[in-house]
T-cell receptor, first 114, second 110 residues
Framework: NAGVTQTPKFQVLKTGQSMTLQCAQDMNHEYMSWYRQDPGMGLRLIHY???????DQGEVPNGYNVSRSTTEDFPLRLLSAAPSQTSVYFC?????????????FGPGTRLTVT | GQQVMQIPQYQHVQEGEDFTTYCNSS?????IQWYKQRPGGHPVFLIQ?????EVKKQKRLTFQFGEAKKNSSLHITATQTTDVGTYFCAAPYGSNDMRFGAGTRLTVKP
């Protein structure tokens, strides 16, 4: 099993550009989530999904969209990139909806918006 | 804002010294999880605590959940350079998500 994979590893965007961060898992996990990590602020939840076709907002959803058409994939879309979205983005999955099960994290995408 | 407050933010120790990080909540928690993130890496699950007063050990790591289920701690005995990283606690928020503490970054001097 590859676990949770994320692409790309690094990305530089100009303000106003849009892009999609990809996340996939091969563990047949129902729950998937996106976090951003900024220095001194830990991990903050952006969006999550409890299964295909079901998504919900987390702590910091503004400026991001998600969809979950399959169990395996959970892409994160930046609609119009802003410098405040410079961060490291982690995707995670769990066998069942939180909060009682461990989450498996992908390797992350380091995004810089200029 | 964050559900749990984690202290200290940074801890620098000499190899062989002990290390402790604390997580505090203003509300009673159903459970708490701990993760470790190595520099440049991704968070990795360490353990989950569910019961009041629960104590769990993993080799040199000891995890505790307070009697009131409002606080938790992670204690490392005789730190090694392999312990370097940031340790996060995570607690439930709402029905389907977890909120992470800000983390404690541990550095170890050989």
């Amino acid at each position: 099993n590859a676990g949770v994979t994320q692409t790309p590893k690094f990305q530089v965007l100009k303000t106003g550009q849009s892009m999609t961060l990809q996340c996939a898992q091969d563990m047949n996990h129902e729950y998937m989530s996106w976090y951003r990590q900024d220095p001194g602020m830990g991990l903050r939840l952006i969006h999550y999904s409890v299964g295909a076709g079901i998504t919900d907002q987390g702590e910091v959803p503004n400026g991001y969209n998600v969809s979950r058409s399959t169990t395996e994939d959970f892409p994160l879309r930046l609609l119009s990139a802003a410098p405040s979205q410079t961060s490291v983005y982690f995707c995670a999955s769990s066998p069942y909806p939180q909060p009682y099960y461990e989450q498996y994290f992908g390797p992350g995408t380091r995004l810089t918006v200029t | 804002g964050q559900q749990v407050m984690q202290i200290p933010q940074y801890q620098h120790v000499q190899e062989g010294e002990d290390f402790t990080t604390y997580c505090n909540s203003s509300t009673t928690l159903s459970n708490i999880q701990w993760y470790k993130q190595r520099p440049g890496g991704h968070p990795v699950f360490l353990i989950q605590l569910v019961k009041s007063g629960e104590v769990k050990k993993q080799k040199r790591l000891t995890f505790q959940f307070g009697e009131a289920k409002k606080n938790s701690s992670l204690h490392i005995t005789a730190t090694q350079t392999t312990d370097v990283g940031t340790y996060f606690c995570a607690a439930p928020y709402g029905s389907n998500d977890m909120r992470f503490g800000a983390g404690t970054r541990l550095t170890v001097k050989p």
